[in-house]
């Protein structure tokens, strides 16, 4: 990387959809010469009305679409595969139904290969942080969506990567979770100032979280 350049570079980034458009094969343009960059360290929000483009974006940042036009670069690369250096906490939930919570938590920190005790250890403290002791034995279809959600958050934060994608994490959560979890989001990013693409319907949230919205 360039000592100075972005962490992440957006750099004019068109995406086209192939749709299954009524009468035959449609396209559909999610996203039109979209230029954003973040700086290493920065924590930016995304804010925009359901069906702009939000998620599609992250997926290209994250490596799992392609640009149809334009380019867009991790650290001075452009990105054209899975973007393993990043870590993606998606919109949906997609923990593993084989796995139990504890299993799921340290999916990630397996992949980096950090040891048994040490991940077991991290995993039991990111539980505690988002009050799911007791549950680790649990497989997802066993616990509420939120409590998959949480799951699914501590699962990326517990692997610290060096840079972040939250698409909506705290959406479904009650007022009360959310609440926790921004907070611990914000010591976290205070002690760790990983470079962080948020997005969120939120606005409050947005003013709360970030150094620059967009
Ligand atoms: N795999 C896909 N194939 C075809 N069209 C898609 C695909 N994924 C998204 N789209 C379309 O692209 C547009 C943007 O979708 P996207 O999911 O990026 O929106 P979003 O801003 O994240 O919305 P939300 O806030 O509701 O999550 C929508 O019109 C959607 O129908
Ligand atoms: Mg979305």
Known sequence: MAADGPVIDIDHVYKLYT?????G???LLALRDITLDVADGEFVTLVGPSGCGKSTLLHMVAGLHPATAGAIRYKGREVTQVNTGIGYITQGDNLLPWRTLQGNVELAMEFKGLPPAERRERAREY???????????????ELSGGMRKRAGIIR???WDPPAILMDEPFGPLDAQTRTILQDELLKLWARTQRTTLFVTHDLVESIA???RIV
């Not at 749709?19 to 009468?23: N, Q």
């Not at 539980?127 to 549950?135: A, E």
């Open 25 to 27: 094969a449609g396209t």
């Open 127 to 141: 539980i505690h942080l988002v009050g799911l002791d007791g549950f680790e034995e649990f497989y997802p279809h």
């Open 209 to 211: 979280l970030s150094d």
């Open 156 to 158: 990326t934060l517990a």
């Open 19 to 23: 749709t299954r458009a009524p009468g």
